[in-house]
């Protein structure tokens, strides 16, 4: 994991990330009302073990399903209306080590904080300002909801025919919870005063 | 389907719903950015077949969730400061109508029309207005979030010994699909103008 320092933009556990306006009380809630257990962390740590190796294969097949939907691709679209490269290039780095973090870190005060920084970096607030592009300032949120149903199924990428069933699908479901835990986070920049 | 009519305030396809502000063709682009197919609509009628005899049970499971956990129960607490059972009872009837429309409903007019109704309902827009009530004004969108990991895993309920794992891996991805695009629908009254 240690390798991630050296990927542009990356400001996990840095100077960089302003402390979250969510406590870490906050996120317990969170994490209780997704129903996210200690079982479910180990399971997401041994999911982790064979997808951190396929980060870059997950990523790659969910930008397959972006570049293949108009609506989601123009969000990486600079002025003159085509994909700009470089910032999806530089995206995808930090997309492929949310993989590896999503199952590996450790959620306390520096994730709780990266998650807000994340979430701030698909709005008008820091879109774009990362990697000094100029594509349009948003992610809707409905479609960072909605693209939660594509970058929730993994059984393919976790070698079924080395597990139990009972262990695949503690594994799903620990992903499914860790992902939803985190969309719930990212959604608060974009959420009317007193209503998230 | 037609015994809804007798459910109080379940107003679906009815002159009290407002028309959605969302069109028929942003819903074709959330449902594409889920992933969602003509395979899923067959795969969630399938599993309806199942469903809609145990969505009394499913709602039963959920909301024991939410009862264990004070930060979701207060949500349905009256002025008192108690568990508002009264509320409780008209909502669990529309929660368990739900079960029966995600997976038998046409995404037409209709079904968009009430998804943003559903929305409002859970905003100040509209909670409470409906049962005429005095628990708190909204549900917060980080919860209703977050809870679309205890409402997706639906193997348990899907008589897994009469059908393939394949069978049930599709109706199991289609109800999530589904789940999350109305998720998606119902985030747009919480959101910032321009965000959703």
């Not at 979250?20 to 041994?46: K, M, N, Y």
């Not at 609506?71 to 700009?84: H, I, Q, Y």
């Not at 909801?145 to 699908?169: D, Q, T, Y």
């Amino acid at each position: 994991m240690h390798s991630s320092v050296s990927i542009p933009g990356y400001d996990y556990g840095t100077a960089r990330v302003r402390r979250s306006p969510v406590t870490l009380d906050e996120l317990r809630q969170i994490e209780q009302a997704a129903g996210f257990s200690e079982e479910d962390q180990h399971a997401l740590q041994c999911a982790g073990e064979v997808l951190v190796e396929q980060a870059e294969q997950m990523v790659d097949s969910w930008r397959a399903r972006i570049a293949a939907q108009p609506e989601l691709a123009r969000w990486f679209f600079d002025p003159s209306g085509k994909p700009d490269e470089a910032y999806k290039a530089a995206v995808k780095k930090r997309f492929v080590q949310w993989v590896r973090d999503t199952c590996m870190r450790p959620r306390d005060q520096a994730w709780l904080d990266y998650q807000e920084e994340i979430g701030l970096r698909h709005t008008p607030a820091k879109k774009n300002q990362t990697d000094s592009v100029h594509t349009p300032p948003v992610v809707p949120l409905r479609y960072l909801i909605a693209f939660v149903a594509v970058v929730n199924p993994i059984r393919p990428f976790l070698c079924r025919e080395k597990r139990s069933a009972e262990e695949i699908e503690e594994m799903q479901n620990a992903w499914s919870k860790a992902v939803l835990i985190q969309i719930s986070l990212w959604s608060r920049p974009y959420v009317k005063e007193g209503l998230w």
